[in-house]
């Protein structure tokens, strides 16, 4: 029943509902000496921020993160993290209603089945405000890992039916649209069809692509530890994921061998490399040397305001309709939360794989 | 580096390479009282043998399971249950060739990478031969799922690009093929797609779909075990699965939240059920009492005939045609692994969930 | 390199140092549906907090418990239990000198040795502070098995040479003297021997015993996970433990069989007991049903005020004399960290047993 | 209810009973490019062997162990090791009778309370058999320690009331007597007073003792995950321990912090030493690079052929007396069970530890 702490050697273990007294985060295992301010993990934060754009909720909360413990003179010391973000407008609202129905797409009845109540307000601990430890966590994981050479790009691949076109695609392009494409003329074509769901009150699905380069070979365990395994579970721990693939993924179930298959080449300096990377950088579950790359598929905002069909706590039939202004698409958001998990994966993974070999170990 | 166990209350461990003494699985965390003979575990792995049908190996092993512990006067007795299976074909063959150079699409070099060299005879521990411990595993899973009235429908529903017409879907159908397809038109139709892929010495891949009826809502455990998320990890971590996607999957990422919320409607008798499953019986991580409803990409055989590039140990550029008669296509064979997984995760987060009430305690 | 959490179900994860902003815990796993305020907890904080008695540091912390998280209307939802004491006099001392050299008997040249640096201020991570999460997640823990029938009676069985008299027993005055001994006599001995310790500059250790009672036959696993191999790594990972002895423990080894069997009887009520309890409750790993009980060996305070060798960071041989007022003993303020420790311990286990049976999972 | 693995990431599974197929174990963790040959384990495993004196039961097993996976051309390839040690007496006894009853100071009733019934023939998985899995997995973990310069020295300190006198203690004698006692006078007095508990139908108890030199300071990890929890556990869950003190143990809780604490002193070659090791090798669960020593007690053999009381399984009262001719005493052969747990935690914890450091990461 254990269920919100991830990692072996680099091990996180989040806690807090939407409208508690906060959201946070433990980080136990990050190695010692590792120069972390708050800022460090703030500007993470506030890359999933609400309030942002018109794409956004509009409720407004600073998300200041708090450094608990784990840091002294401005160092790791190798012992636990304690991260903190209080929440600010937890005593706003009136949740009576949303108590007494099972809201379609929300995790409601499923807490409910499981548990025999839940703390209603705002989704409790299945709201989006979980993922605020996530993305601290992911904040010191990617810093670490930026020291050893490795580095993420993740953005919205598509968004409902739009989807980025790799001739344009520019990744500096992903932090100036709200939307986090890296396409200018594809962002704006989906903020134009997100603002048409808003109108219609309803909301989008999208898919989020993220690509991992500098990660050694050799990292990753067969069998049930492989890394693309892992980075699957993490991914879809994620509250509205609904699809990982890695590589090709699904088009690679089309292909045929002699397509899909990645020569190996001489890389020109001793080493090895590979023509193509329609395995997206992992082989038998441990990285290749060649770029991870992997997608999400996120699901529409369950919380729309247009009228459904569900049932309330008796079990009677009810028509609903969601109320407050709720983001009309959550993948943009989600971006930082897929990078944020996929280096926690891949930094616990390498802390993991040292010592694979006898001789390392002298 | 210890990657050969998954599980936490049902905890399952394989050892074994292709070409060693054998391979099998200790599970450990079965209860006590479940009747179990070795034929329960036989015909789980008599449905991934090799040399039955024209689109799997020849290669001839009969794959007899052997009960070493755990088991007594027929009943499990509650203590690890130690299953084995000795390979018969580990002398035959010269490998000296396929350990000079690194096989494109195989985990040749990221083993090397990792662990300094490798085991090279028919692929060793990557070998698809690991996962017969997995089978057998998932067969004892699957029969104690089965007395709580879970069952498994697991199948192809597409091969390279013939896919299953559901007005044809026959779930009778799945065992009277060789591909494991529930619509005998596909079936043959496929067929002819991999003579064709066979005769250009080249390979498929495929989709895996599986259907789990009969979970009660309330398994699985919110943040980071989510229930679909374990089921991705379980299922990528078989060795050729590229995607997982539950519920409408990838699809969910171009709907809108109206098209893919599911209404809960009363199920007549006092309880709750959906009018529609996009979900795919998952909700926040928790099962939702609707049948669970997943799908796994798999790559193509990447042990093809037709010549290919590559580089040997030394770096050098080679040219190789992989020889032997391998598998046209590696999904119909996959079919029971991929269900012995999802039983394996099952139970296991059913076995984890007992007492998440304080009441359920007393 | 992540120590800080424990259990498989009921699961804990400290955090925090002496002098940093503060300390806590997150309990996952705990049940839905337990009343829990923070009074519950307090009462167990105010066992071991600082400044109650001539015997304990006088350092005044409040050491008030919040909860920020996982309890909802009164009752614990299932989710994470954030639980937080702020550290109230971190910023008053100047600890230059002691971050200079390795107080002998501290984990000063431990942590150096294994981190490169350290939290030098009051122990940092390796402060007795550190208990307090550990405390308030067993404070949380007894009451979920108080409502089981289970109950804990744990106290100080000896300090230095002064043992407890059987024949004088009496589990009221526990409470009743600042020793937590259940006899009035050796308490008042007890205290004039550590009145002799301080005015050496010297210290005392002492024997902890814990009784726990109301276990139902049949909790633990054979083999690793045995009841009593977990308890002893629970309570072995206080800091200042240094034996841990079930039952009759070391005098076992001097018995014989005859002597040290317990013999089975008839309970009088068609159940089964035991005429004596040499074994301490716990039979190859598992429960009887008898009264666990087991003691713990706790070192005398390394930080005293006579004079002592040590080396520098630089490894220079120093002389140098502990500042501060401390414990003249750890073992009284130990009581309820033990005591916390065993509730967390079978807490974990009772919860990890449900389901052993086929039958009890219908 | 799986507790037959241990490790992180050192990870061993063991299985098997006293009368089924057979006993083994998995290892899994194990680094890369160890040179491992059956003979480094049967050493290990003969020195446990039954018959081979008046003091062990004459039951006669050859204990041959064949390594199944994870070895190729002579070393180990990273991925798991199975072991295997065939049942050779399995079928040869009439068990209904002890099937009956509950044999007092045995884990018979135990293991009916947990799981309804149990494998009575010969103990089951509960028998002294189950612990040739940790022996062998313990024989592959000295090996690749003692290539870092790690070794062990085992031994019984006292049998009954006979003592080693350390004025004699030669570590030469361990070997060289049948109770693996470094003194040959206390050998030959312990033989006697064992002879003496024979012609009684009666057993005897004893100490072991263990001695690890050359490991590192630094390795062990603060709070639950100290090196001595980890050694407390892995000890205490050989069946019949009964106490586990590190150091001084219990003698320390009537001590005080002058004659307890171990000053540090320059150790001559530039780096730190102590003056004494009542620590026994550990401060803040941490190494501190002197030898660690520990001691654990071991209750006398259950199994005496002198008539006792107990209840059989209608909860009636019986008289009985344990057949078949049992070893007088237990910890002579656990010795190598004691060596073997303390080699599995010391490596696990080296592994674990590789990487505390950013700097080790580079």
């Known amino acids: 029943m254990a269920g919100s702490t991830i990692g072996n050697q680099f091990k996180i273990t989040t806690w807090g509902e939407s409208h508690g007294a906060g959201v946070g985060v433990v980080i136990d ?8 301010v708050e800022e460090d993990i703030q500007r993470y934060l506030n890359r999933r921020k609400p309030g942002q754009s018109a794409y956004s909720t509009p409720r407004q909360e600073s998300d200041t993160v708090r450094i608990l413990s784990g840091v002294f003179e401005g160092k790791t010391t190798g012992t636990p ?43 409790g601990r299945s709201s989006g405000r979980e993922t605020i430890g996530r993305v601290a966590a992911g904040a010191v994981a990617a810093k670490l890992l930026s020291g050893l050479g490795i580095s993420f790009l993740t953005y919205c691949e598509s968004i409902g039916p739009v989807s980025v076109d790799m001739d344009r695609f520019d990744p500096e392009e992903i932090n100036r649209n709200p939307l ?53 579970k993490a991914i879809f721990s994620i ?13 690679a179930a089309r292909a045929t061998g002699l397509s899909n298959n990645d020569s190996f080449i001489p890389d020109g300096q001793g080493g090895i490399a590979k023509k193509t990377n329609h395995a997206g950088g992992i ?29 309330n706590k008796n079990g009677e039939a009810v028509r609903v309709s969601i109320k407050g ?12 939360v897929v990078e944020a998990m996929a280096a926690i994966t891949v930094l616990d993974a390498m802390l993991t794989n040292l010592g694979a070999v006898t001789e390392d170990l002298k």
Do not use: W
């Open 29 to 36: 295992g990050c190695p010692a000496g590792l120069s972390l």
């Open 81 to 123: 993290i304690s991260l903190m973000v209080a929440n600010e407008q937890q005593r706003s609202k009136d949740y009576s209603e949303i108590a007494s129905y099972y809201r379609p797409g929300h995790a409601d009845y499923t807490f409910d089945a499981k548990y025999g109540f839940r703390d209603y307000r705002g989704g």
């Open 180 to 232: 986090y494409m890296p396409d200018k003329t594809a962002a704006a074509e989906a903020a134009a069809y997100l603002d048409e769901c808003k109108s219609n009150c309803n909301s989008s699905g999208g898919v989020i692509a993220c690509r991992i380069t500098g990660v050694p070979a050799g990292i990753g365990d067969p069998v049930f530890e492989k890394l693309d395994a892992n980075l699957a």
């Open 239 to 251: 509250g509205a994921v609904k699809g990982f693939e890695l590589g090709d993924g699904f088009a």
């Open 283 to 311: 082989l038998g579950g441990i990285s290749d040397g060649s770029p991870i790359f992997f997608r999400a598929a996120v699901k529409p905002t369950p919380s729309i305001a247009a009228e459904q069909d569900t049932v």
């Open 325 to 336: 202004r709720h983001d009309p698409i959550i993948a943009p958001r989600a971006v930082v």
